[in-house]
C-alpha cells in the first residue's frame, strides 16, 4: 500500500508564498498520474492541481497562475509551489493518486495526514 506524507504547510500572510511537498513510497510513482487536493474547514474536499506522467498540468480556476504543480519521479516527490496565497486557500492540503475524472474526486490511495495552509495577517 501506498503511503503519503505531506509537509511544508504554515502560517503565511496574504500575498506570501509556500511550497508544499508530497512524499510517496513504491516504486510505480513515475507511472501514475499525481493530484493535490484541499479541504477548508466546513468545506467538502476539492482538487487544485493535477501532473500527470508525461508531466501536463491541469489546475483548479482559484488557483490557476498561482499555483505550480511539479513532480520528480527519481525522488518520488510532487510539489506545489503556492504563490500570491489568498485567504481562501486556508485548507488542510492532500496529494493522492486520482481514478477516473478529476472531476470524480475518486482516488487510489489511503488519504494522508495533510498539511495545514493558513493565510491570516
Known sequence: ????V???GGLVQPGGSLRLSCAA??????RVN?????QAPGKQREYVAVVFIGGTTIYADSVKGRFTISRDNAKNTVDLQMNNLKPEDTAVYYCNRPVGTIASMQVSYSWGQGTHVTVSS
Open 1 to 4: 500500500q501506498v503511503q503519503l
Open 6 to 8: 505531506e509537509s511544508g
Open 25 to 30: 513510497s513504491g516504486s510505480l510513482f513515475s
Open 34 to 38: 499525481m493530484a493535490w487536493y484541499r
